[in-house]
């Protein structure tokens, strides 16, 4: 299995940046897809992107394409989620996960195995 830990949330104002980081021990990180996803209070978990092993690949949801953009080191076992122009409606609690593949079509939770704790993210108008 794989570990992940997140970091890098906090308070910004509409419009400012963020930088998210999904650390990742245990198995090879290369292994695995790394999609991020989001959750506020009363809604269902979200997709926000996904990053395919090499980080070739990535897809996003439509309401992050342009502004959000993830990349990914392997030898330092990370993913970032740089996240700019940022929206008050992007305050959520952020999960990264691992799963075996890149999802094709709709990505959901169960396309990953392994979760991260979360970072808040806040964005005040």
């Known amino acids: 299995q794989?570990?992940?830990?997140?970091?890098?949330?906090?308070?910004v104002q509409a419009?400012?940046?963020?930088?998210?980081?999904?650390?990742?021990s245990g198995d090879t990180f290369s292994d695995y897809?790394?999609?991020w996803f989001r959750q506020s209070p009363g809604k269902e978990r979200e997709f926000v992107a996904v990053i395919s092993r090499t980080g070739g690949t990535t897809s996003y949801?439509?309401?992050?394409?342009?502004?959000?953009t993830l990349?990914?080191?392997?030898?330092?076992?990370?993913v970032y989620l740089q996240m700019n122009s940022l929206k008050p409606e992007d305050t959520a609690v952020y999960f990264c996960a691992a799963g075996?593949?890149?999802?094709?079509?709709?990505?959901?939770t169960t396309d990953f195995d392994f979760w991260g704790q979360g970072t808040q993210v806040t964005v005040s108008s």
């Open 61 to 68: 949801a439509d309401s992050v394409t342009g502004r959000f």
């Open 15 to 24: 419009g400012g940046s963020l930088r998210l980081s999904c650390a990742a």
């Open 33 to 35: 897809a790394v999609g």
């Open 100 to 108: 075996p593949g890149f999802p094709l079509g709709r990505v959901v």
């Open 71 to 78: 990349s990914r080191d392997n030898p330092r076992k990370t």
């Open 2 to 11: 794989v570990q992940l830990v997140e970091s890098g949330g906090g308070l």
